[in-house]
């Protein structure tokens, strides 16, 4: 009776979450008036949100103008709200603001910085936010690794050094830039693109998902301190969204999607949820590895990347060492 009574409960309080999430999400969008957490300094956008997007930039997983940072940044703009954009290469950066400009006519924003660089190399980065009032942080840069052992990793003290700074460092940095003045204005949201792989560690790519649990603990913890401020905090984690990062050519499907369908399902998370997947599917993939157990879900990845790590030793030309 008691079991039963708590599968019930349990059972309960993951429909309600779920449709709080992806029903009201849905139809009505965010929690939160994006609009009114932040001022642009621009007299056409008097009283409209800033958003700092950080895209994902990294000639080895995938561009700037792609992928999730993008899908995100376009259903910001499509609300009409201008966008400040941080990544590496200014020329792409100025490509993707003419694009959104044009298309949503909202004003853009861009500084040009490489987040492998170590903490006392931000002055660019300060210097491109002073005097802004940020009401939205979407950390959204990142970068993987080869899927293969730490030992095998060609050049690993530079990867591991890389992917250290963008995929950690930057979430905290940025957040310490931009929190000052949110707490000040007793308002702000901040969403950290964390990763499935901080929910289900993934044996040959252990540093990747090491980092995005760094993402996520970051955030439920700032979430918890920083809610009697005012200031909203959210760990996203995706699963598997069909951008470059994924190397292949195959088509968008219910479980794969498109950057744009699950950035539509993410957003309207926001404000109603700390800690998500963002995207309904996704959230039913954490329910089938809950169901299976560490154990299964541990050797099904196991064997899955054993067999991608002998293709990725065999392309890079690298022995196996076994």
Same mark, same amino acid.
């Given at each position: 009776?008691?079991?039963?009574?708590?599968?019930?409960?349990?059972?309960?309080?993951?429909?309600?979450?779920?449709?709080?999430?992806?029903?009201?999400?849905?139809?009505?969008?965010?929690?939160?008036?994006?609009?009114?957490?932040?001022?642009?300094?621009?007299?056409?956008?008097?009283?409209?949100?800033?958003?700092?997007?950080?895209?994902?930039?990294?000639?080895?997983?995938?561009?700037?103008?792609?992928?999730?940072?993008?899908?995100?940044?376009?259903?910001?703009?499509?609300?009409?709200?201008?966008?400040?954009?941080?990544?590496?290469?200014?020329?792409?950066?100025?490509?993707?603001?003419?694009?959104?400009?044009?298309?949503?006519?909202?004003?853009?924003?861009?500084?040009?910085?490489?987040?492998?660089?170590?903490?006392?190399?931000?002055?660019?980065?300060?210097?491109?936010?002073?005097?802004?009032?940020?009401?939205?942080?979407?950390?959204?840069?990142?970068?993987?690794?080869?899927?293969?052992?730490?030992?095998?990793?060609?050049?690993?003290?530079?990867?591991?050094?890389?992917?250290?700074?963008?995929?950690?460092?930057?979430?905290?940095?940025?957040?310490?830039?931009?929190?000052?003045?949110?707490?000040?204005?007793?308002?702000?949201?901040?969403? @950290? #693109?964390?990763?499935? &792989?901080?929910?289900? +560690?993934? /044996?040959?790519?252990?540093?990747?998902? %090491?980092?995005?649990?760094?993402?996520?603990?970051?955030?439920?913890?700032?979430?918890?301190?920083?809610?009697?401020?005012?200031?909203?905090?959210?760990?996203?984690?995706?699963?598997?969204?069909?951008?470059?990062?994924?190397? @292949? #050519?195959?088509?968008? &499907?219910?479980?794969? +999607?498109? /950057?744009?369908?699950?950035?539509?399902? %993410?957003?309207?998370?926001?404000?109603?949820?700390?800690?998500?997947?963002?995207?309904?599917?996704?959230?039913?993939?954490?329910?089938?590895?809950?169901?299976?157990?560490?154990?299964?879900?541990?050797?099904?990845?196991?064997?899955?990347?054993?067999?991608?790590?002998?293709?990725?030793?065999?392309?890079?030309?690298?022995?196996?060492?076994?």
């Amino acid at each position: 009776m008691i079991t039963a009574a708590f599968t019930a409960y349990k059972l309960f309080k993951g429909l309600r979450v779920l449709f709080n999430q992806f029903v009201l999400g849905k139809l009505f969008g965010p929690a939160l008036d994006l609009k009114k957490l932040g001022k642009w300094a621009g007299k056409n956008y008097s009283g409209q949100l800033k958003v700092f997007l950080f895209f994902i930039l990294s000639p080895v997983v995938t561009g700037a103008t792609d992928g999730i940072g993008l899908a995100y940044a376009k259903q910001l703009a499509e609300r009409g709200i201008p966008i400040v954009l941080v990544s590496r290469s200014q020329e792409k950066l100025d490509k993707c603001a003419r694009e959104i400009e044009q298309k949503y006519h909202v004003e853009t924003k861009t500084i040009a910085f490489d987040f492998t660089k170590p903490y006392d190399s931000y002055g660019a980065v300060k210097k491109g936010l002073a005097g802004l009032e940020v009401g939205f942080l979407l950390n959204n840069v990142g970068i993987g690794v080869d899927p293969i052992r730490l030992t095998e990793t060609p050049n690993c003290e530079k990867v591991l050094n890389d992917i250290c700074h963008v995929n950690a460092l930057s979430a905290a940095m940025m957040t310490y830039y931009v929190l000052p003045g949110m707490m000040q204005r007793r308002k702000g949201a901040i969403v @950290n #693109n964390a990763s499935f &792989s901080a929910y289900i +560690p993934v /044996p040959f790519m252990s540093v990747y998902p %090491a980092t995005k649990s760094f993402v996520d603990y970051f955030s439920r913890g700032m979430s918890m301190e920083c809610a009697s401020h005012g200031i909203f905090v959210q760990s996203l984690m995706p699963h598997f969204v069909q951008t470059k990062i994924l190397n @292949n #050519n195959d088509p968008p &499907s219910l479980f794969r +999607p498109s /950057p744009e369908s699950f950035c539509r399902s %993410a957003i309207g998370t926001v404000g109603r949820a700390e800690r998500t997947f963002g995207y309904f599917p996704h959230h039913i993939l954490s329910w089938l590895a809950d169901m299976l157990g560490e154990k299964v879900v541990f050797e099904m990845l196991r064997k899955e990347f054993m067999n991608v790590r002998s293709k990725t030793l065999k392309k890079l030309g690298v022995a196996p060492q076994d």
